[in-house]
């Protein structure tokens, strides 16, 4: 049997979900979402309001996964015969978008719209795909009338677009001060940083909270974490809003999440 490389298309995006176990047992499911098939294509889904009881709703949600060859020509000219398939490069985007996301009854908190992207451009040989993040968003937050102000800065990761080159510029002064000092090796393989730079609130702050890097405590609401990214060696995943709920409600939510990365298979 002959073994030829092919591309492995990944990528998914989510709008929400998550599980609250406490006052009730509600599985926030959601009604939509995109996943790439291995040979790539196109995955959208558009979602209009949800509500679960008066703890979690949204107003609107959209998801999209892409994964195509980039080159059209030279697409056609492999479906020929003309070309092998590993000479093409294979490009993914996925994207994940919230309009209106409540959670909580007392404190009760709102954000307006959350963004989350990632573009990938297969490897050549190294074995790593090229993971960029595209346009993200987490505006309009607010927790009972208190606004609280998050600045994102993703370029970072925008010159360290593969784990390799992440790991070498870790060792770099002028990296870890340009990212704001939030890289953090979790594991050998996966790390976890953030695109947050900074987290204030406009006006007075809510009483008793918070802030530490890109989390927020909340008393009687839980931890907020904004824009998470877990950075492996052959995928990235950014989630713009992540939830570890207590007193007033207790479980776990997360919203706008997108992962995306791909690879070359040895297969018939």
């Known amino acids: 049997m002959n073994l030829r490389r092919r591309f492995v298309f990944r990528g998914c995006a989510s709008a929400f979900g998550g599980h609250l176990i406490r006052p009730k047992d509600i599985v926030l499911e959601s009604p939509g979402a995109s996943a790439l098939p291995v040979?790539?294509?196109?995955?959208v889904s558009t979602l209009s309001r949800t509500r679960f009881d008066e703890f979690f709703q949204i107003e609107s949600a959209s998801t999209f996964a892409e994964g195509l060859?980039?080159?059209?020509?030279?697409?056609?000219?492999?479906?020929?015969?003309?070309?092998?398939e590993d000479t093409l490069a294979a490009?993914?985007?996925?994207?994940?978008?919230?309009?209106?996301?409540?959670?909580?009854?007392?404190p009760r908190m709102t954000v307006k719209?959350?963004?989350?992207?990632?573009?990938?451009?297969?490897?050549?040989?190294?074995?790593?795909?090229?993971?960029?993040?595209?346009?993200?968003?987490?505006d309009g937050v607010d927790i009972d009338g208190y606004k609280l102000v998050v600045e994102l800065n993703t370029s970072p990761f925008q010159k360290c677009d593969?784990?390799?080159?992440?790991?070498?510029?870790?060792?770099d002064p002028k990296f870890v001060e340009e990212s704001n000092g939030h890289y953090i090796q979790a594991s050998y393989d996966t790390v976890y940083t953030t695109i947050v730079k900074?987290?204030?609130?406009?006006?007075?702050?809510?009483?008793?909270s918070q802030i530490e890097h890109n989390k927020v405590t909340l008393p009687d609401f839980g931890r907020v974490y904004f824009?998470?990214?877990?950075?492996?060696?052959?995928s990235r995943r950014l989630t713009m809003i992540r939830m570890a709920l207590g007193s007033d409600s207790g479980g776990s939510a997360s919203g706008?999440?997108?992962?995306?990365?791909g690879g070359w298979s040895w297969v018939p």
Not at 91 to 106: D, I, M, N, Q, S
Not at 227 to 234: K, Q
Not at 256 to 261: F, I
């Open 256 to 261: 706008a999440d997108a992962q995306d990365n």
């Open 198 to 208: 900074s987290i204030r609130w406009d006006g007075k702050p809510f009483p008793g």
């Open 69 to 84: 060859f980039e080159d059209r020509h030279r697409f056609l000219d492999f479906t020929n015969h003309k070309v092998e």
């Open 162 to 171: 593969t784990h390799a080159k992440l790991l070498v510029a870790a060792d």
């Open 91 to 106: 490009v993914t985007h996925v994207r994940a978008e919230v309009a209106g996301l409540v959670v909580g009854r007392k």
């Open 227 to 234: 824009g998470e990214l877990l950075i492996s060696h052959d």
């Open 39 to 43: 040979t790539g294509g196109r995955s």
């Open 113 to 138: 719209h959350l963004r989350s992207e990632l573009h990938a451009r297969s490897p050549l040989q190294s074995g790593q795909p090229s993971i960029k993040i595209g346009n993200v968003a987490v």
